[in-house]
């Protein structure tokens, strides 16, 4: 008899969770709050993965919302999400699950600036008719793998009428492998930089670029701004330190 008992309530209470993760359920048969069990007839339920949905600042991620339709519930279901996080939108901008569908899917897009942390949306569900169905989906914002450059540590010297090659450097985090565009600040007049667009290929370490210096080149110590545009997400920036000496 206990054995018979013991299971009864594990089972209600496997039932419960399970309700749980579907929220409230909406429709002409919902009173507003989920039953003991099961589905009353003409409800609906929307479900959402269970464990938290991870996105990174400046990416998109697709998700589903699903639906669990009761007996006698056939009907269409506008989505709509309210506290969502700043920075980050969802297209499309009205999605339904229509008569006989099961589900929606929708893409979540984070700015470069959205913030980081655990959230949770909530989604709400409104039928043609009847009241709407909620369910909180969670979603995690990860900061956005990116990368940073690196110039020689001293300043690099050259003399007028003479060149001289420098490397530069990129760190790239775990998942960042793309090209990376070079640009360079103000030069000292009468030097010229060689590749005029230098570009780090995806997957390479560093790339060099030559300075050359006029007989007439300008004389003293600069800083030179390097800007590394991806083709995706946010620019970095270091400072190249220059010597330009006078020529033997």
Known sequence: MMKSTFATLAAIALTALAGCTQGTPGG???????????QTEDTFN????????????GAQADATVGIKRAKNFDEDVT??????????????GNPAIKHGETDAK???KAGDEAPLGD?????????????????????????????????????????QGTAQTVSIGISRDKTFDQDVALKFGDLPTGVTLE???????????ETQITLTAADDAALGDFTIKV?????????????????VAAKE
């Open 46 to 57: 929307l479900t959402v993965p269970m464990l938290s949905s991870s996105l990174q600042q």
């Open 119 to 159: 959230f949770q949306i909530k989604v709400t569900g409104h039928p043609t008719k009847g009241g709407d169905a909620t369910v909180e989906f969670k979603l995690t914002i990860a900061a956005k793998d990116t990368f940073t450059l690196s110039t020689p540590r001293l300043s690099t010297s050259v003399k």
């Open 227 to 243: 800007t590394g545009h991806p083709a995706e997400g946010a620019d970095a920036a270091n400072e190249l330190k220059l010597t």
């Open 106 to 108: 929708i893409v979540f």
């Open 28 to 38: 002409p048969g919902s009173t507003g709050k989920a039953p003991a069990y099961g």
């Open 195 to 205: 590749p005029a667009a230098p570009v780090i290929k995806a997957g390479a370490a």
């Open 79 to 92: 989505l709509k999400f309210s506290d969502v996080p700043k920075g980050v939108t969802i297209e499309p």
